[in-house]
């Protein structure tokens, strides 16, 4: 099977069933689990912050995140096309009633500082009180610039806000810029990382963020039916995919790269190969391109893809070289 659909369908590595086979549990509602702890302790420290909470997904990382950070009708600045505004299913508004106020992002994936300035409310009991702002990185795959997370800060500074990262990819934007991870996390109040793309963890995601604000996640996530028991079989998974599987990443970019320049040679598609940053490409099809046929044939082939114009590509550790050759020949052959 060749996935172009998601870095999401990376399965686990030995090194990760064999830890998540030997991890010593314990029940962690009651805080008793050992693999959690030394997780939870040793990401806050990674990452820079004061405390971290493992969730069952990047969906429920964002909420809690969102949820500590606001009351009931409060506001949170955000994109567009931000995950937390449009793939989540309106959580924020529905389980936290959390006005989400979104502004349209840049081509980059930054906001405008004068658009979101624009949007912040007034203190007039007429309005939701502004109090969050949320960035992506990366967002669609493009990496935001340190420069501009430092521009955000002072801007939340200013406006007395909070600001939060949703970091679902930010290991991809550290490994592109070279940087450590604290170098992007030192902006933020708050900050989540999928462990389940391209880290190749079976399940879970985290929650950054001072203390407090923790145990306040902490108590939401129970509400929401996320406190979870022996949970140090998925933790073990998760901290290989922090210690082992970064560099992985780097591969990952680089076959985004090749992909991108193979796809250029498919008549019918076309890639800009200055917007591949990172591993995902989007292709550009010509009108004579039945997309959904290909997809078709694709499957019957056991390569499996994603229809849309423009399409979209995800390179992960479970695709190789070899297989962009192999999927480039099917294409070749088909259009
Ligand atoms: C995938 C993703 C999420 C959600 O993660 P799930 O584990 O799928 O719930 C959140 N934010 C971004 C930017 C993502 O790409």
Same mark, same amino acid.
């Given at each position: 099977?060749?996935?172009?659909?998601?870095?999401?369908?990376?399965?686990?590595?030995?090194?990760?069933?064999?830890?998540?086979?030997?991890?010593?549990?314990?029940?962690?509602?009651?805080? =008793?689990?050992?693999?959690?702890?030394?997780?939870?302790?040793?990401?806050?420290?990674?990452?820079?912050?004061?405390?971290?909470?493992?969730?069952?997904?990047?969906?429920?990382?964002?909420?809690?995140?969102?949820?500590?950070?606001?009351?009931?009708?409060?506001?949170?600045?955000?994109?567009?096309?931000?995950?937390?505004?449009?793939?989540?299913?309106?959580?924020?508004?529905?389980?936290?009633?959390?006005?989400? /106020?979104?502004?349209?992002?840049?081509?980059?994936?930054?906001?405008?500082?004068?658009?979101?300035?624009?949007?912040?409310?007034?203190?007039?009991?007429?309005?939701?009180?502004?109090?969050?702002?949320?960035?992506?990185?990366?967002?669609?795959?493009?990496?935001?610039?340190?420069?501009?997370?430092?521009?955000?800060?002072?801007?939340?500074?200013?406006?007395?806000?909070?600001?939060?990262?949703?970091?679902?990819?930010?290991?991809?934007?550290?490994?592109?810029?070279?940087? =450590?991870?604290?170098?992007?996390?030192?902006?933020?109040?708050?900050?989540?990382?999928?462990?389940?793309?391209?880290?190749?963890?079976?399940?879970?995601?985290?929650?950054?963020?001072?203390?407090?604000?923790?145990?306040?996640?902490?108590?939401?996530?129970?509400?929401?039916?996320?406190?979870?028991?022996?949970?140090?079989?998925?933790?073990?998974?998760?901290?290989?995919?922090?210690?082992?599987?970064?560099?992985?990443?780097?591969?990952?970019?680089?076959?985004?790269?090749?992909?991108?320049?193979?796809?250029?040679?498919?008549?019918?598609?076309?890639?800009?190969?200055?917007?591949? /940053?990172?591993?995902?490409?989007?292709?550009?099809? =010509?009108? /004579?391109?039945?997309?959904? =046929?290909?997809?078709?044939?694709?499957?019957? /082939?056991?390569?499996?893809?994603?229809?849309?114009?423009?399409?979209?590509?995800?390179?992960?550790?479970?695709?190789?070289?070899?297989?962009?050759?192999?999927?480039?020949?099917?294409?070749?052959?088909?259009?």
């Amino acid at each position: 099977m060749i996935d172009f659909r998601s870095d999401t369908v990376t399965r686990p590595t030995q090194a990760m069933r064999e830890a998540m086979a030997n991890a010593p549990v314990g029940d962690d509602v009651y805080g =008793d689990d050992p693999t959690i702890n030394e997780l939870e302790t040793w990401a806050a420290e990674r990452h820079g912050f004061e405390a971290a909470l493992f969730t069952s997904s990047g969906t429920q990382a964002n909420l809690l995140g969102l949820m500590a950070h606001c009351e009931r009708g409060d506001e949170y600045l955000c994109g567009q096309q931000a995950h937390n505004y449009k793939y989540e299913a309106g959580g924020a508004a529905v389980l936290g009633s959390i006005q989400p /106020q979104p502004i349209e992002n840049n081509p980059d994936g930054s906001l405008c500082f004068q658009k979101l300035e624009a949007a912040i409310k007034p203190d007039d009991f007429h309005f939701a009180r502004t109090k969050l702002l949320s960035l992506e990185n990366t967002i669609n795959g493009k990496i935001l610039p340190l420069s501009y997370l430092a521009q955000a800060r002072e801007f939340v500074n200013k406006h007395n806000l909070q600001l939060h990262l949703d970091g679902a990819r930010v290991y991809n934007a550290a490994v592109a810029l070279d940087v =450590d991870i604290k170098e992007i996390a030192q902006h933020f109040d708050s900050m989540t990382i999928c462990l389940s793309k391209g880290l190749a963890a079976p399940v879970g995601s985290l929650l950054l963020g001072p203390k407090e604000y923790i145990q306040k996640a902490r108590r939401i996530r129970k509400m929401l039916g996320g406190g979870m028991r022996q949970a140090g079989i998925l933790g073990a998974a998760a901290k290989l995919a922090l210690t082992e599987q970064v560099p992985q990443l780097a591969i990952d970019h680089s076959n985004a790269k090749y992909l991108a320049e193979q796809l250029n040679t498919v008549t019918g598609f076309s890639v800009n190969i200055e917007h591949i /940053q990172t591993n995902i490409v989007f292709a550009r099809l =010509d009108s /004579q391109i039945d997309i959904h =046929d290909i997809v078709q044939k694709a499957n019957q /082939q056991d390569i499996l893809l994603s229809a849309g114009n423009p399409i979209r590509f995800v390179t992960h550790k479970d695709v190789s070289k070899e297989d962009i050759d192999t999927f480039i020949a099917f294409l070749k052959n088909e259009v």
